[in-house]
């Protein structure tokens, strides 16, 4: 089964930016995303994970975004690279969290919601403070 692997959290002030990164890996070599969608989550300390983002198959390549960060972030894919991103721009303390990214059993994602990802990364810290 695939392991998908999340980098780019890290210490943020307000205002600023992150890019977050996700990879896949099955036995060590790389494992191809472009055909399933691939969403990202988030778990803000105390709180329930919930979805922030999500992108179709490369076949599709739609994507969805919660309310909260509608506007201010963007998920991308790399193919080349077999990466799929999530830029988030003017951050603020409420966007802290643990990041997660799910490979979907499907070409279509959605960001209410778990269901239909089946594979979780470990996740990367992303924290927004003075």
């Known amino acids: 089964q695939p392991q998908l692997v999340e980098s780019g959290g890290g210490l943020v002030q307000p205002g600023g930016s992150l890019r977050l990164s996700c990879a896949a890996s099955v036995a060590g070599l790389e494992f191809d995303m472009g055909p399933f969608a691939i969403g990202w989550f988030r778990q803000a300390p105390g709180k329930e994970r919930e979805g922030a983002a999500c992108?179709?198959?490369?076949?599709?390549?739609?994507?969805k975004y919660v309310e909260s960060v509608t506007g201010r972030s963007a998920i991308s894919r790399a193919d080349a690279k077999n990466t799929v991103y999530l830029q988030i721009d003017s951050l603020t303390p409420e966007d802290t969290g643990v990041y997660y990214c799910?490979?979907?059993?499907?070409?279509?994602?959605?960001?209410?919601?778990?269901?239909?990802?089946?594979?979780w990364g470990q996740g990367t810290q992303v924290t927004v403070s003075t």
């Open positions: 992108i179709e198959s490369s076949s599709f390549g739609g994507t």
């Open positions: 799910a490979l979907a059993t499907s070409d279509f994602c959605q960001v209410v919601g778990a269901s239909g990802y089946r594979y």
